[in-house]
């Protein structure tokens, strides 16, 4: 599996970023309680934001459940 994905829509001028980058600035943003919306820095559609949006998802704090909570 490549470790590499591309982050632009103009093949005209490919961009390539490593995953790992990507994945560092997803967890750093996640953690900083940005929106997903304004931390990712790649065009909508790419890999680069497909893979920056699955990583920026699974980084957000866990919610604490609300146990004895009855309706």
């Known amino acids: 599996m490549s470790q590499l994905v591309t982050a632009s829509n103009n093949p005209a001028i490919p961009m390539i970023v490593s995953k790992a980058t990507i994945e560092k600035q997803a967890t750093e943003a996640a953690g900083k309680g940005q929106s997903i919306n304004d931390a ?10 497909d893979h920056f949006k699955a990583v920026y998802l699974l980084a957000l704090p866990k919610q604490p459940t609300q146990q004895g909570a009855a309706a």
């Open 40 to 49: 990712c820095p790649y065009p909508f559609g790419t890999e680069a934001a």
